[in-house]
């Protein structure tokens, strides 16, 4: 019966954008081509302002998952991924609860379910985007005008579609890897060389010093009589980046590249090469980032709504029960939870915030973690990569498990054993990473 909710959406096929299929395998030398000039194209458009914008004070629904949703304020690249991102958590939710049902293994399927998810992204860009003119982000939208109004969906809109097709090329096998997983990857490193080396000056109660936390750490080293406390300040200043961050990012980083190294190897053998044996590795991250970016889509959503709810019915009850939020003092209009659900989700930001709302960094571990686990385990259902999908794929091409009956059933149940679990903890494990990594700031 699933299957058919999905037949409703063919007739609007022909209209949607579409990056054709690559014909056998793509060289190296030309993927790594296409994968460089999507990325430039990204960078590109994460550097065009809009235009129309009156003003970049008004709240920034966005500014606690920035980094996570790749994308930049004022800029085209204001969603960022997050249309992608919102869509593959709707779709995986109704898959999940069989309310669509795809078999991965038929490929018109398949692209059916690619092509809703699209199509789903599509509408929720353009939610999105009336939803940042309606909320003054970018000014009153009585000083806007209908003109400017129109003209910055209109950029929002052709902005997220070119983020839909470069993702849709590089997944065709023209790049070389996730659209997502790089866009997310060179919107962090991006950031992070900002904040290690920006020479950009700051004026505060502190006096003037530079925004970069490695160029401050020499300035104030340098330039300070009292050597430790220009050390004390360099490591542990606030509101700006700071050399804890930066240490803490190498060894979160230095994990990650350890963690990637733990797998189980399953002895397989081929029936049609006889004495041929080889290895089946399930990797402790048996679904990368997912679990993490699915999360953050999550999260993102409920804060853009929440604070658009919040600026317009700011005394309803259910709307403080969904998130109270207050304007940061010198934030350029960000806003800060200070009650209800989004309080609670939002991740302390320091270890003296954990220690003065344990209940809170208690909520948010406990939340974290679970999410982290149920996408992960959901996910499998959906990418094609679960026991049973598995078990189909090892099956038709006649490999087994040694040591065990050569029958799809005993091959599956096998597989049983360790994805489902690699899939949850890798998850959980992913999602104490992203835990360490917010306490340290």
Same mark, same amino acid.
């Given at each position: 019966a699933g299957i058919k909710y999905l037949n409703l959406i063919r007739p609007l096929l022909s209209i949607l954008p579409e990056v054709p299929q690559s014909d056998g395998r793509v060289p190296f030398r030309e993927r790594f081509l296409y994968t460089t000039a999507a990325l430039f194209i990204f960078l590109v458009c994460a550097q065009l302002p809009l235009y129309g914008v009156k003003t970049k004070t008004g709240s920034d629904p966005f500014y606690w998952v920035r980094t996570v949703m790749a994308s930049n304020r004022g800029?085209?690249?204001?969603?960022?991924?997050?249309?992608?991102?919102?869509?593959?958590?709707?779709?995986?939710?109704?898959?999940?609860?069989?309310?669509?049902?795809?078999?991965?293994?038929?490929?018109?399927?398949?692209?059916? !379910?690619?092509?809703?998810?699209?199509? =789903? &992204?599509? +509408?929720?860009? #353009?939610?999105?985007?009336?939803?940042?003119? %309606? *909320? $003054? !982000?970018?000014?009153?939208?009585?000083? =806007? &005008?209908? +003109?400017?109004? #129109?003209?910055?969906?209109?950029?929002?809109? %052709? *902005? $997220?579609?070119?983020?839909?097709?470069?993702?849709?090329?590089?997944?065709?096998?023209?790049?070389?890897?996730?659209?997502?997983?790089l866009f997310i990857a060179i919107n962090s490193c991006e950031t992070i060389i900002w904040r290690i080396f920006s020479p950009k000056t700051i004026h505060g109660a502190r006096g003037s010093e530079f925004e970069g936390a490695l160029i401050s750490f020499f300035h104030l080293f340098f330039t300070r009589s009292d050597k430790l406390r220009a050390l004390k300040q360099a490591f542990y200043r606030t509101n700006l980046p700071n050399m804890t961050n930066l240490l803490a990012t190498i060894v979160i980083f230095l994990l990650v590249i350890y963690l990637q190294g733990f797998r189980i190897d399953l002895p397989v053998r081929n029936k049609r090469a006889r004495g041929h044996q080889g290895i089946?590795?399930?990797?402790l991250f048996y679904t990368s980032n997912m679990p993490i970016i699915l999360h953050s889509a999550l999260v993102s959503n409920l804060y853009f709504f929440s604070q658009i709810l919040s600026l317009r019915f700011a005394s309803n009850f259910l709307v403080q029960l969904l998130g109270r939020w207050q304007q940061v003092e010198g934030g350029q209009g960000n806003m800060i939870p200070v009650g209800g659900l989004a309080y609670y989700i939002s991740p302390p930001t320091s270890l003296s915030e954990v220690a003065s709302s344990p209940f809170r960094a208690l909520f948010y571990v406990t939340f974290v973690l679970s999410t982290c686990a149920l996408f992960s385990k959901t996910w499998i259902e959906v990418s094609g990569s679960s026991a049973s999908d598995v078990a189909k794929q090892l099956n038709n091409q006649q490999i087994f498990i040694q040591g065990h009956r050569d029958t799809p059933a005993a091959l599956k149940k096998e597989l049983n054993r360790y994805i489902p679990v690699a899939a949850a903890f890798g998850g959980m494990c992913i999602g104490a990473l992203t835990i360490v990594a917010d306490f340290m700031g």
């Open positions: 800029t085209c690249m204001e969603l960022g991924i997050s249309p992608i991102l919102t869509s593959s958590l709707i779709v995986q939710v109704l898959v999940s609860a069989k309310i669509l049902s795809v078999d991965q293994s038929v490929k018109a399927e398949r692209e059916l !379910m690619n092509n809703a998810q699209k199509l =789903l &992204g599509i +509408f929720i860009t #353009i939610v999105e985007a009336v939803a940042c003119v %309606v *909320s $003054g !982000m970018y000014g009153p939208p009585r000083a =806007l &005008g209908a +003109f400017n109004s #129109i003209l910055i969906i209109a950029q929002l809109f %052709v *902005s $997220g579609i070119i983020v839909l097709c470069l993702d849709e090329l590089l997944q065709k096998g023209y790049g070389l890897g996730s659209g997502t997983s089946y590795p399930i990797k």
